[in-house]
């Protein structure tokens, strides 16, 4: 017999259905880089390829409880968080990840499905940028989401750079402003680091409607290398060349946004 050790990882998200998205690709993903998954609910969402049918926050009580179940036994090298829902939700998860110690920790500041549905309340970016992002590790949002907590239009290069210092300026330690929801044949991410190095990690623009949980993607492939002992930088490089060839490699699944490849 021979057993094997893998760095425990953990998300912090909302599920969906569909399973294109949410803790369901967080999964998936932590599965394909060879780190063990542990997850703890924040909400549920009746959802598919074609939109978000209904959400429904997890009772308070039992988000704590997940937390005590966790960190009672496992021994987590790196977490990740969602959707969090709405405000109170969000205050529960910094609670417990302050009781916890948790670190190194993935904000992903996930706002609003790619069907238009919000996965969390305009309330909460507040609390957000409040409570959550100054415990945060990395905090990758993408183009709306960064405009959201900034306050700001973000067009230009500069306007990335402005951007990401402001949410550095939040406490984030190193911020990744995801560009994928601009314009042009490259996607271009900006990543600015606590040391104050800065880079742009550029890539093709894939022309598919299959890129639902494109963020839970990336973030969760930077927790796993994170977990295996990546530094900050080679984990968001790692992150960035795996959701890459999990678009690249599109699965067909459902009859709208669908889902990436895991495998690949
Ligand atoms: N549903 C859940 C539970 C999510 O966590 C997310 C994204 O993080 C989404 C849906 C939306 O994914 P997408 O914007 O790729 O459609």
Redesign the pocket.
């Known amino acids: 017999m021979v057993e094997q050790q893998y760095p425990e990882v953990l998300t912090i ?4 259905s569909g399973g ?4 369901q ?1 967080d999964i998936k993903t932590m599965q394909a880089c060879h780190v063990y998954s542990s997850s703890i609910l924040v ?1 549920i ?1 009746a ?1 598919n390829t074609l939109d ?1 049918q209904a959400v429904l926050p997890m009772p308070i009580k039992m988000i704590n409880a997940q937390f005590a179940s966790i960190y009672a036994d496992f021994d987590i090298k790196a977490a990740k968080t ?2 969090l829902a709405d405000s109170q939700h969000v205050r529960c998860v910094v609670k417990n990840i302050k009781q916890y110690h948790i670190t190194p920790l993935i904000v ?1 500041p ?1 706002m ?4 238009g549905t919000r ?1 969390l309340t305009q309330e909460a970016i507040e609390t957000i940028i409040q409570d959550l992002i100054p415990l945060a590790d990395i905090v990758t949002p993408n183009l709306p989401e960064a405009e959201a907590i900034t306050n700001m239009r973000i067009i230009s290069k500069a306007d990335f750079e402005t951007a990401a210092k402001k949410i550095a300026a939040m406490g984030a330690k190193n911020v990744i402003i995801k560009g994928g929801h601009g314009q042009g044949k490259t996607v271009s991410d900006y990543v600015l680091l606590a040391d104050g190095h800065d880079f742009w990690l550029s890539g093709d623009r894939y022309d598919t409607k299959r ?6 993607t990336l973030s969760s492939a930077i927790t796993s290398a994170l977990a295996k002992g990546y530094s900050i930088e080679k984990a968001i490089r790692f992150g960035k060349k795996f959701v890459d060839m999990a678009i690249k490699k599109g699965i067909v699944v459902g009859h709208g ?1 669908g889902p990436l490849n895991h495998w690949a």
């Open positions: 998200a909302g599920s969906d294109g998205a949410g803790i690709a909400a969402t959802q978000v969602g959707m992903d996930v609003v499905a790619k069907g996965l890129k639902h949980g494109t963020g839970d946004h």
